[in-house]
């Protein structure tokens, strides 16, 4: 294999990591305080047709990026108002929201485009290399020649783990996610803690989607999402809830998943539903694997206040 | 020393000025009057007052259910009263939160401890501080610093490193106290603390508060025990039914006055009377035997260590001991729930358990009574046919529990949710009961019960062994009192391994200075 | 608040409550997308039940895979288990059926059919094998699992009708047709109502006395209410109940597959299952996880579905859109429930409610 096939690899690694990256650093902090976001599929593929109309509408891929951070946003924010809110449970309201969500992104695209499924030409992001790092060999390029939703995702992970481990805020939010009874009594108001914390995830999948449509892909399609947003809730456990291998798992996934095109490299043929479904695969045998020793926050996904 | 007095900018540190100083201050300290609280159609606080002065220790008495907690939960922010007043400093408040009574200085001590235990303990201490920086970067250094200054300061040792859930019950507890005091408070209020501390414990947290209190500030402490009030407390508050029945200096009362304050008439509350008159130990073969037992708990430590206990028909065995011990491993060993990793469990075949924890492990809140009774009748082959259930003829049992225990809800089809906390423990245990032919095992069976459901389920424990083939029943317990009056033999459970008392009927001190670890005695 | 006791003494007040609500809501929708409620809804309506044909060969046929992957779901959630995986577990069931389907010509159909029928729920048992194995071993929560198995197993289905199972021409990406023998008779002659309907009935009678009148069943209903107690009080062997729960619900799903296949298309082909696996989720909670009601709401849903196509046709609306409108009566069930939950606690006579607590594993590590 030569040096060009390797390069190319790692930059569809990273890639294809990014979005991973984004929606479950997303989805480690929602989930640090406390709730499983099962609707994050929904936030991701909002997020996503949300990046294809405003970056028609504007004009701008930048600005597309911003709705879709802000579909993902609200999606999360109907998410929130039913389990925070009202109390519901959190594995089928979000389930709910995935469904909803795939709907109405599926029913809104046909209804503006029509059901005929023709490419959108969207302006795209593209990648922006970064002076003089993109020059290392190897790993210059695939790192630092991404689109600028990858330069977020690098950024976002020692900041939000700066922000989780050392500041007030970060301890009250996790604390909201252990001991909800301990933190309350010390004050802090943990379901206005986990409502923002499940927006600021939703918003992070949104980005994830957008960067699938505008710098991925380059157009909107029905169910693109295929699953991410669900591989992301895996990504989390593998990460230990910890933003920074959160960030490096998801590149590692990103990884096995531009596998194919190595093998394609290489000159191996196989069945491509088998690549499809190897992402997938793969996450199940990651959690089988790695389970044991990492530990989910105590109060993920209980209902709190807890019923009499 | 001397730091500006705490505010809800500032981070506070101890040795402020102001409300300790103390003298000469007219206002008291707290003053809670005419304290009405409902929870639906329950009336938790009914004209309730208590009132402390500073440099006291202020004792809140009464049974379970007398609305203590919800006193205290009032005083700290967690509820709102109905009706009534809230002085802190001499001046009405209204407090919206927690924070709220922390920022006015009260702090408030839980019964169920309020640390996280997945952080630190620096960490637990850091939580709910509003620093200047206002959410954002933590010093660790300045709470350690505070820390380690409060804790030369009054004596308590706790160990600021090392993740909460690590510790044990004690030590914890010295957290929350700790937690409480960086805040400075003029007012402390500790919930019933002595319920998970071994005799030796409760003294020296007895002269902590003592000393607290010389300090200048108010320290209220809400107890059931009638004894721990007389040795500590300087004023005595009765509560009774959500109203106060009595406030007195310690010099102006005694016991009986107090239980009399308590239970409302001159009805004996204490049945030790009862012990006396038992009839002798039976013996003969043991009916249930445990041979030097070994469970492994989940982080594969040895909860029970090598456990043999012999337990004959007509017997209490009382098994003392602080919770963590491994009682609750031998619990579900001896009822047949979990197999010992090593060693020898003989039982018979009609277990009774009655788990501590009724809510959650007794019974299913959304099942009626009938389908919580066929909990313990699923597999019984008198109750169904083939794979199929004869819901006639649990029903009928139903029935019969309800009508013999006097379970007070409208029918059988009534939710176990709707039930009453001694009403819930009244179908567990009629439900336990009826299995029980040969072995009951009860942990912990009062917890949380007023006195007549109390009385009730330890006349039943005392009816069911008497009776001609009686069963030998294990009672595990973490009320030390409750263990003395029962038991025949009594045990304590001590870091997996039981210890036995040499005197047939020990005393308390006996029994404490075992549970520390003194001297042991022949098994 | 009397409303909410009167909703209490009934679930099946509940369900219509949630209706009206996800009508209301979609109606705002769809007026604020610049549809035309009213029109829709006469559309929708008149396609699912304006004809006997209608009714008969679409409508209840269409409700055939929504029963069985409606009591799948029913009987994990009420054993406790988030099982979201009917969706693998049926295509699993079909590509069983289909096999077997395509290797029995000459048989004789009563081996044939029931053949077809035990692969699909053996298949669709299998399916769910790994997601159980991972959470009573391993610890895994068997949401994600079950989610992921699903996308595996479209690709399966995707891979076979593109390679293995490809019909013989390989033109098209689907499968032969199965022998003859290995059909579904019709239920109703004349209709493309098959004998799968009156199957998928016997199995909602069945699993609803299976879950109220047997040993078996109160133990899956204890264990999905509550493990503590029914592992401490009721002796009861959780572990067991939950492989054996889980594995029946992958054969239900396996089963919704595999009858659909030999009752109705005779062949696999890609995007079979238009996602009936996450519709049941609806079909169940509506039905308050109860069998029996499970009959009523998988006919509603297959009225759904069918009047989706008329409602694209002349309302314009793209039928997609029963998708989302599935997730607003999910919503509107559990916004339901937890209303009737904040009860006070004494109240007496409370209904049961439609979702249970979730119990321990459901989750994550």
Redesign the interface.
């Known amino acids: 294999m030569s040096e060009v096939e390797l390069v190319l690899f790692l930059e569809a690694s990273v890639r294809l990591g990014v979005p991973l990256a984004l929606a479950a650093m997303g989805e480690a902090i929602t989930e640090r305080s406390g709730v499983i976001n099962i609707g994050l599929e929904g936030s991701l593929i909002a997020g996503a047709l949300g990046g294809a109309l405003g970056a028609l509408a504007f004009g701008s891929a930048g600005l597309g990026v911003v709705a879709g951070a802000g579909a993902g946003f609200v999606v999360a924010l109907v998410f929130a108002t039913f389990c925070v809110g009202l109390g519901t449970d959190q594995i089928i309201t979000g389930t709910a929201i995935t469904l909803g969500g795939l709907g109405l992104t599926g029913a809104v695209y046909q209804a503006r485009f029509g059901a005929t499924g023709t490419a959108l030409s969207l302006p795209t992001l593209a990648p922006a290399p970064l002076p003089l790092v993109s020059d290392i060999p190897w790993v210059g390029s695939a790192l630092f020649a991404q689109a600028p939703t990858a330069y977020l995702a690098y950024a976002l992970a020692p900041l939000l783990w700066y922000f989780l481990f050392r500041t007030e805020w970060g301890l009250e939010l996790r604390a909201a996610g252990e001991q909800p009874d301990a933190a309350q009594a010390a004050g802090v108001r943990v379901r206005w803690v986990r409502f923002w914390a499940t927006a600021f995830g939703g918003a992070l999948a949104g980005i994830a989607g957008a960067h699938l449509a505008l710098a991925h892909a380059g157009t909107f399609a029905e169910n693109m999402s295929a699953g991410r947003g669900f591989i992301a809730i895996a990504v989390v456990v593998l990460g230990r809830w910890n933003p920074v291998l959160v960030l490096l798992a998801a590149l590692l996934f990103g990884a096995a998943s531009a596998f194919q095109f190595l093998l394609q490299a290489m000159g191996i043929d196989l069945p491509y539903q088998l690549f499809l479904a190897f992402p997938y695969v793969l996450t199940l045998a990651a959690l089988a694997g790695w389970v044991g020793r990492s530990r989910a926050p105590a109060a993920l996904a209980l209902p709190w206040p807890r019923e009499r | 020393m001397s730091q500006a007095r705490p505010t809800p900018e500032g981070e506070g540190g101890p040795g402020g000025s102001g409300p300790l100083d103390g003298g000469g201050q007219s206002a008291a300290p707290a003053r809670l009057q005419g304290i009405v609280r409902r929870f639906?159609?329950?009336v938790a606080l009914d004209g309730a007052e208590l009132e402390v002065h500073p440099a006291e220790v202020h004792a809140v008495l009464g049974e379970n259910g007398a609305g203590k907690s919800t006193l205290l939960g009032i005083l700290g922010g967690?509820l709102r009263p109905d009706e009534g007043r809230v002085e802190i400093g001499g001046s009405e408040v209204v407090l919206r939160?927690?924070?709220d009574a922390?920022t006015r200085g009260v702090g408030?001590v839980?019964q169920?401890?309020?640390?996280?235990?997945?952080?630190t303990v620096l960490?637990n201490l850091?939580?709910?501080?509003?620093?200047a920086?206002?959410?954002?970067?933590?010093s660790y250094e300045r709470v350690r610093t505070a820390a380690l200054d409060l804790m030369r300061r009054t004596g308590l040792e706790v160990r600021l490193d090392g993740r909460v859930e690590k510790l044990g019950v004690g030590e914890r507890q010295r957290i929350e106290i700790l937690k409480a005091l960086l805040r400075d408070p003029p007012v402390l209020a500790l919930d019933e603390p002595t319920a998970v501390l071994t005799p030796g414990e409760v003294e020296s947290l007895f002269a902590l508060l003592r000393s607290l209190a010389a300090e200048g500030r108010a320290v209220i402490l809400v107890a059931h025990k009638i004894d721990e009030v007389l040795s500590v407390a300087d004023r005595v508050t009765v509560l009774r039914h959500g109203r106060t029945v009595l406030s007195a200096a310690r010099g102006e009362v005694d016991a009986p006055t107090l239980v009399a304050a308590m239970v409302g008439d001159d009805r004996r509350v204490d049945d030790a009377a009862e012990t006396t008159g038992r009839p002798a130990v039976r013996s003969g073969e043991p009916i249930a035997t445990l041979e030097d037992v070994i469970v492994h708990d989940t982080s594969g430590r040895r909860a029970l260590d090598g456990v043999s206990l012999g337990v004959r028909r007509g017997e209490i065995v009382g098994v003392a001991g602080v919770e963590g011990n491994g009682q609750r491993e031998m619990a579900?060993v001896l009822a047949?729930?979990r197999p010992p990793n090593e060693g020898t469990a003989r039982l018979p075949a009609g277990i009774g358990?009655i788990?501590q924890?009724r809510a959650?492990?007794?019974?299913?809140?959304?099942?009626d009574l009938v389908?919580?009774v066929?909990?313990?009748l699923?597999?019984d082959d008198r109750f169904?046919r083939g794979?199929?259930?004869d819901?006639g003829k649990i029903r009928v049992r139903a029935e019969e529990v309800r009508s013999r225990l006097g379970i007070r809800?409208?029918g059988v089809?009534?939710?176990a949710?709707?039930l009453s906390g001694g009403n819930q423990q009244r179908l567990?245990v009629g439900r336990e009961l009826a299995l029980a032919s040969d072995l009951l095992v009860a942990e912990n069976p009062t917890r949380g019960l007023d006195v007549a459901a109390t009385a009730f389920v330890h006349a039943e424990l005392r009816r069911l062994t008497r009776a001609e083939d009686g069963p030998g029943v294990v009672l595990v317990s973490t009320d030390l009192d409750e263990v003395l009056q029962l038991a025949d033999r009594v045990l304590v459970m001590m870091r997996g391994r039981l210890i036995a008392v040499a005197t047939q009927h020990p005393t308390r001190e006996e029994v404490g200075a075992l549970m520390l670890g003194g001297a042991s005695a022949v098994a | 608040m009397q409303w909410r006791e009167r909703l209490s003494a009934s679930p099946l007040a509940a369900g219509a409550a949630a209706l009206m609500l996800t009508a209301l809501a979609s109606g705002i929708l769809l007026a604020l997308g610049g549809y035309d409620p009213p029109t829709a809804a006469r559309a929708m309506l008149a396609g699912a039940l304006g004809s006997a044909d209608a009714l008969l060969s679409i409508t209840l046929v269409r409700s055939v895979p929504l029963i069985l992957t409606g009591l799948a779901v029913a009987l994990a959630f009420r054993a406790g288990l988030w099982n979201i995986g009917a969706e693998g577990q049926l295509y699993a069931g079909a590509i069983a059926g289909v096999w077997v389907g395509l290797s029995v010509d000459g048989l004789s159909a009563w081996i044939a059919i029931p053949g077809a029928l035990l692969a699909a729920a053996a298949a669709g048992a299998a399916w769910a094998l790994v997601p159980t194995l991972m959470r009573l071993h391993l610890g895994v929560g068997e949401v994600i699992t079950t989610i992921l198995m699903n996308f595996v197993g479209i690709y399966l289905a995707a891979f076979m009708v593109h390679g293995p199972l490809q019909e013989p021409r390989g033109v098209f990406p689907q499968t032969d047709q199965i022998a003859l023998a290995a059909r579904l008779p019709p239920l109703v002659p004349g209709t493309r109502l098959h004998v799968g309907f009156a199957l998928a009935v016997a199995l909602a009678v069945t699993l609803s006395v299976v879950l109220r009148r047997t040993r078996l069943g109160f133990r899956i209903r204890a264990v999905g209410a509550s493990t503590e107690a029914a592992v401490v009080a009721g002796r009861i062997d959780a572990r067991r109940v939950i492989l054996v729960s889980f594995l029946a619900s992958g054969a239900l799903a396996g089963l919704a597959g595999g009858v659909e296949v030999a009752g109705l298309t005779y062949a696999l082909y890609e995007g079979l299952s238009p996602g009936w696996g996450y519709t049941a989720i609806a079909v169940a909670l509506l039905a308050g996880l109860s069998p029996l009601a499970v009959l009523g709401t998988g006919v509603l849903f297959g009225a759904l579905e069918a009047g989706a196509g008329a409602m694209q046709r002349e309302a314009g609306i793209p039928a997609v859109w029963v998708v989302a409108v599935q997730a607003l009566i999910i919503l509107a069930v559990l916004a339901i429930d937890q209303l009737r939950r904040r009860r006070v606690p004494t109240t007496v006579g409370a209904a049961t409610p439609v979702v249970g607590a979730p119990t321990s594993g459901g989750v994550g590590v």
Do not use: C, K, Q, Y
């Open positions: 639906g159609p329950v967690m939160s927690p924070r922390w408030l839980h169920h401890f309020t640390l996280v235990p997945a952080l960490e850091a939580l709910g501080r509003r620093s920086a206002r959410g954002w970067r933590i579900l047949g729930r358990f788990p924890d959650r492990e007794g019974l299913i809140g959304d099942f389908e919580n066929a909990l313990a699923h597999d169904g794979p199929l259930l819901w809800a409208p089809d009534t939710v949710r709707a567990v």
